[in-house]
């Protein structure tokens, strides 16, 4: 079945304890993107990947880190994250390059920061 | 900087009723516009995707327009039913530089189809 995954579904944690999200897709996309969405703000952009080794920041990427080393993975870092970024995350992929086709996205990570 | 705007808010409808979605963008300049829905506690589900050069796209029940000139779009609903009860989700493409696209999102309308 196609489709994008991330772990973990849910999160809780403290101020300044690294994490990672994982997200991954099984179609063969070039681009992969992340989002997060906050009530009255809906969803805004925080990093983007058109292939391998390309990543590029979005409308929000203060505070965020990611890498693609993998074309299938497309990992979201928060090394020292803050109450500001309790948010639903989601992972979307685009079998286009620059993300101009029909975006797929995961089922989202709901993430609490104490 | 492009806006997407989807008016109303909030939506509530009885069984079997048609009805339309708005969505209004600032930019005409757009790729194309895609249509989502999302449930509580889900992601995404893509439910059309209308190029720049299309007026229209449908699938079953659904119909999305497109009108670019006036930066508008709109999503039909025929006929629905307690089970179309989700937020639904306007975002347009446009084209952001170096090879890239940005997917600008709506706040989304959420619809309630009363039995």
């Known amino acids: 079945e196609a489709q994008v995954t991330q772990n973990p579904r849910y999160l809780i944690t403290v101020t300044g304890k690294k994490l990672t999200v994982t997200c991954s897709q099984n179609m063969n996309h070039e681009y992969m993107s992340w989002y997060r969405q906050d009530p009255g703000l809906g969803l805004r952009q925080i990093y983007y990947?058109?292939?391998?080794?390309?990543?590029d920041k979005g409308d929000v990427p203060e505070g965020y880190k990611v890498s693609r080393k993998e074309k299938r993975n497309f990992p979201l870092i928060l090394e020292s994250p803050s109450p500001n970024q309790t948010s639903l995350y989601f992972c979307?992929?685009?079998?286009?390059?620059?993300?101009?086709?029909?975006?797929?996205f995961g089922p989202g990570t709901r993430l609490t920061v104490l | 900087k492009q806006e997407v705007t989807q008016i109303p808010a909030a939506l509530s409808v009885p069984e079997g009723e048609n009805l339309v979605l708005n969505c209004s963008f600032t930019d005409s300049a757009i790729y194309n516009l895609q249509w989502f829905r999302q449930d509580p506690g889900k992601g995404l589900t893509s439910l059309l995707l209308i190029q720049s050069s299309q007026r229209e796209q449908t699938s079953g029940r659904l119909n999305a327009s497109l009108d670019k000139s006036s930066g508008r779009s709109t999503l039909y609903i025929a006929a629905s039913q307690p089970g179309d009860s989700a937020t639904y989700l306007c975002?347009?493409?446009?084209?952001?530089?170096?090879?890239?696209?940005?997917?600008?999102f709506g706040k989304g309308t959420k619809l309630s189809v009363i039995p």
């Open positions: 975002a347009s493409h446009a084209y952001s530089g170096a090879g890239s696209y940005q997917l600008t």
């Open positions: 990947s058109m292939n391998v080794e390309v990543t």
């Open positions: 979307a992929s685009s079998s286009s390059a620059g993300g101009s086709d029909t975006q797929y």
